[in-house]
């Protein structure tokens, strides 16, 4: 069983829509949870760290369960640019190292 | 450029030559992560240094694989005798509080 595992996709919406996928992770010491959004061919980039409270930026607003190991993101008002892969990844506190999904990936059309 | 910088970017070598990739952090982060990833899946731990102390190597970095951070600052991921199973985008990360991805250097192994 992989440690972190997303639904796959692809989510194909229009822009202007809301869209929204989760993932759930193995691990119960996970202790760090992030989304990191990569482009074709690009690396991973850092979107936002999520927070047992659930925590919103801008547009995008990520919740953590952790009693059921999952991790949410939703994208509200999709614009053409938030086409990309998501992935989610966690993290215990010793070591940093980073346990990633293999990714949602959403198309946003005009 | 402040960033992460990774060598070569693009790699094309024959199965069975040794190939050495070059990874310079960002200034001042004494942790630093080799990542690999293929097509369709997230990144995959491989090894990471707290300065020039190599501290965990996954399972995944089988005896063809060495990685060397001398001076505590660049970083070099050698794997001998390539085989056709390592084509894979080989992601260097560095880190204070945040991991901040390189570009990688994608390798293909004829």
């Known amino acids: 069983r992989k440690e972190v595992e997303q639904d796959p996709g692809p989510f194909n919406v229009p822009e202007g829509a809301t869209v929204a996928f989760n993932c759930t992770y193995s691990?119960?010491?996970?202790?760090?949870f992030f989304w990191y959004r990569q482009d074709c061919r690009k690396e991973p980039k850092l979107l936002m760290s999520?927070?047992?409270s659930g925590n919103e930026d801008g547009r995008f607003t990520a919740q953590l369960n952790r009693a059921s190991q999952y991790i949410s993101l939703l994208i509200r008002d999709s614009k053409l640019s938030d086409s990309a892969t998501y992935l989610c990844?966690?993290?215990?506190?010793?070591?940093?190292?980073?346990?990633f999904g293999a990714g949602t990936t959403v198309t946003v059309r005009a | 450029d402040t960033g992460v910088s990774q060598n070569p970017r693009h790699k094309i070598t024959k199965r069975g030559q040794n190939v050495t990739f070059r990874c310079d952090p960002i200034?001042?982060?004494?942790?630093l992560y080799w990542y690999r990833q293929t097509l369709g899946q997230g990144p995959e731990f491989l090894t990471y240094?707290?300065?020039?102390?190599?501290?965990?190597k996954s399972r995944l970095l089988s005896d063809r694989f060495s990685a060397e951070r001398p001076k505590g600052s660049f970083s070099t991921l050698e794997i001998q005798r390539t085989e056709q199973g390592d084509s894979a985008m080989y992601l260097c990360?560095?880190?204070?509080?945040?991991?901040?991805f390189g570009p990688g250097t994608r390798l293909t192994v004829l």
């Open positions: 691990n119960s010491a996970s202790q760090s």
């Open positions: 990844v966690v993290s215990d506190s010793n070591d940093y190292k980073l346990s």
């Open positions: 200034s001042e982060h004494n942790r």
């Open positions: 240094f707290q300065n020039e102390a190599q501290l965990e």
């Open positions: 990360a560095s880190q204070a509080n945040t991991q901040y």
């Open positions: 999520v927070y047992s």
